[in-house]
């Protein structure tokens, strides 16, 4: 099994993504850093075993980025394909782990597009619901219980084979950052028929937008204001694919609906928060 890894670099901590190297390169065979930031830092990475340090000249988005990474991997030749954020924290043995419930899984005659890991805040370990959807068990299921099957997997950590790839497609780019995991999930799902797990016994320590803030006695995370333009316009933009789940569709309209209402009355830059929401909307309502 040759892996690579995809990792996506935009204003990081050098000694962040160096202590993430080193715990990569003792799982996969090759490291593709996709770099996203306003400066070059291949100086940093030019020693680096395992590495290959690909800057883009500014930031291009997580889906281009992601796709010159899958380019270079089906071009030389790898089996399967890991996505990794710069903030995540893998475990010892996590791609081991995941190759075996893709291998599993497909032993049984079930399509698989990938595997995905369970994320917990790296504060406050609470686990990460993302809003993804479970798919109930069937009676009779033949995959393990710490297995469950979701609706999309998210980047950070998951394993797609690479053929995969060569199938669907590649990320949409004019996305540019949110929902382009789940999309290419969802349209996989439709168009192939593939099925996507994660393997509950596999947990990641992740940071998601500028943290959790309890409201109500639950737990939101808060998106930074220059992000949630993307939100909006993207939401916008799925809803209307009819690959897109409903159920998606129907909870985001309502969490987007009250973040319209709550941040620019919270938050100090208020006026920053609201002005991106409504560029968002009506972006979003224009044809993509």
Known sequence: MKTACILVLYDFSLETVESLISSLSKQVEKIFLIDNSLRCSEEAFSQTSHVE??????NKGIAVAQNVGIRKSLDEGFDFLMFCDQDSKVPIGAVEKLADT???LSSINIKVGAVGTRAVNSDTGIPYSYGISKIDRHKGSLYPLHVTEVTFVMNSISLFPVDFFRMVGLMDERLF?????SEICWRARHDGGYRFFINENVQIGHCLGLGLKKI????ISITPPNRIYYQYRNYLWLSRRKYVPRKWVI???????IKL???PLVYSNRAFYLKNMIKGLH??????
Not at 283 to 288: E, L, P, Q, T, W
Request: proline fraction near 0%.
């Open 283 to 288: 972006d979003g309502m224009a044809k993509y």
């Open 177 to 181: 950052i949110d929902g382009v995991d």
């Open 216 to 219: 109500c006695g639950h737990y």
């Open 261 to 263: 209402l709550y941040y």
């Open 102 to 104: 893709f291998y599993d």
């Open 251 to 257: 909870y985001n309209g309502i969490k987007y609906f």
């Open 53 to 58: 340090y690909l800057w883009l000249g500014g």
